[in-house]
């Protein structure tokens, strides 16, 4: 069981940088996602890497300006946010994969989240 949690968020102004932390406990999984859900929206996807071989992806809409990376020895992913826009607003999860997927359902394991807020 792999036991996520994060860390790094919090207020920031538009044109911004934050950097998202997530310390992945227990069993190792195949790749590691982060997902953001803003009020009233659905949770979303924002990008995942593989632990093994480093791949990556994003959503189009952070494509760019976010940079997904790991550190295998102390099973940790990051999230380095740059240029944030208000829209960037969400409460931002780390979740675990036996899959390389931008779907939800594939995460099995969820941290409780951290906020992140841009001000315009």
């Known amino acids: 069981q792999v036991q996520p949690v994060e860390s790094g968020g919090g207020l920031v102004q538009a044109g911004g940088s934050l950097r998202l932390s997530c310390a992945a406990s227990g069993r190792t999984s195949y790749a590691m996602g982060w997902f953001r859900q803003a009020p009233g929206q659905e949770r979303e996807f924002v990008a995942f890497i593989v632990w093994g071989g480093g791949s990556t992806y994003y959503a189009d809409s952070v494509k760019d300006r976010f940079t997904i990376s790991k550190d295998n020895a102390k099973n940790a992913v990051y999230l380095q946010m740059n240029s944030l826009k208000p829209e960037d607003t969400a409460v931002y999860y780390c979740?675990?994969?036996?899959?390389?997927?931008?779907?939800?359902?594939?995460?099995?394991?969820w941290g409780q989240g951290t906020q992140v807020t841009v001000s315009s």
């Open positions: 979740a675990s994969s036996h899959a390389h997927s931008m779907q939800a359902n594939d995460y099995n394991y």
